[in-house]
């Protein structure tokens, strides 16, 4: 019961100071599981990101999830998705019954154009992180400029390119090198 309760409580405290989104919350993320609770390794966090991103849903969500069943099973995901979810749903639920006399309060909307900076910032700064802790590989260093110079290109050009299908491309070219490989493993174990 200690191991729900706890991890409620974690992913409570992370959505509920956390704004921007899943790719916001990364560096919390990674900041409470990785180095303060050391629920995940490195490597763990990086693939549990990667996973998270790739399947359908908010990234948030589908990592406290992932991290919830790995820690205690069904109620363990149960519990941490809950504690993610609970203080946005709350927080919008309260927001809908007052929306339009929020919104025209002038400190809200300075307030929301501050928060937008610190988006930005927390989600380079997950970015910067996650780069630095990836093992650097000539297939991942290709990977990432890659993706950057499309990304900027398009962005320059104003071409609308869904971030899934950087996902997708990155690992067909993935599961193509390492078609590859195995395949000149076999060639070499034959000869």
Known sequence: MKKYISLFLTMLKIGLF???G???????????LV????????????DMTAVAES???PIAVNMATFLGYK????FGAAAATLGVCL???AI???ISLVFDAFLSLKPVF???????VGVIFLILSAGVRMLKGMKKTPLRIAAVAAVALFMTVFSLLAVRFSAVFYILICGAVGVFLYLIRRARAGKDGAA
């Open 55 to 57: 399947t359908p849903g």
């Open 35 to 46: 180095e303060k609770k050391r629920w995940l390794e490195k490597d763990e966090f990086l």
């Open 110 to 116: 300075w307030a929301f154009k501050g928060v937008q």
């Open 92 to 94: 919008i639920f309260v």
């Open 18 to 20: 956390t704004f921007g």
């Open 22 to 32: 899943g790719y916001a919350m990364i560096a919390l993320l990674e900041h409470e």
């Open 71 to 74: 820690r205690g099973g069904f």
């Open 87 to 89: 203080p946005s749903f």
